[in-house]
């Protein structure tokens, strides 16, 4: 499984035109293995949440290419890019995003939910999975107010697993959290890489979260340092 291209970068280039012409990226490229634990560092203002949203593909104005899982993506529509995230890639964010006044089974629930591809039976009895995979499963039927920040990271994560996607993208997921949930995060997504082949991409200024990683991409003005 190792050996299997999770996603390949080419030539990215990204410019800003706000409030001046602006070179963000410089011919970013590199591959990323399937199973693999990859990190993204760099100084503030190095480019790398605008480097993530580009292989999220949220953001489809760059130059290069970007394939994931065997598929070209870069060109696509917006309807196609959403069809094929909401199939292939999971997100963790600094901020949890959770639903406060909703359950944390509804809030893992959710983006199943709204494939309605799957019963209702079916993505409960897949939440509650997620959720003992991350220890929450008494929790459930609490609200996510009632929980700590990480616990509610957590469940942010059983969240971003609910499609079985086999990418999980993180823009700086241990942020918010104190050393301890932090490591219990890294361990999370450690976990997944090596029981589940699920490959992780993450943005991180935590450089304990980096060093233990399988690889670092390190960047600076733009450009992947060696
Ligand atoms: N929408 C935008 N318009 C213009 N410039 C932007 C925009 N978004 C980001 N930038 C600039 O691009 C550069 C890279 O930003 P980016 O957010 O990718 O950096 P980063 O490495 O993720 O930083 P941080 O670690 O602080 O989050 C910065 O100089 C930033 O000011």
Redesign the pocket.
Known sequence: MKNKIALKADHIVKY?Y?PEK?Q?LKDIGFEVKTGEFLTLT??????????LYILSTMDTSYEGSLVINNELLTGRSQNQLAAFRNEHIGFVFQFHYLLLDFTVLDNVMLPALKLNKKSKEEIEHKAYENLKLLGLENQALKMANKLSGGQQQRVAIARALINDPSIIMGD?PTGNLDSKNTRNVFDIFKQLTREKGQTIIA?T?DDDFARNSDRVID?SD?KIVQ
Request: hydrophobic residues 30%; neutral net charge.
């Open positions: 800003f706000e602006f963000v760099g100084k503030s203002g190095s480019g790398k949440s605008t480097l700086e943005v200024h960047l733009g």
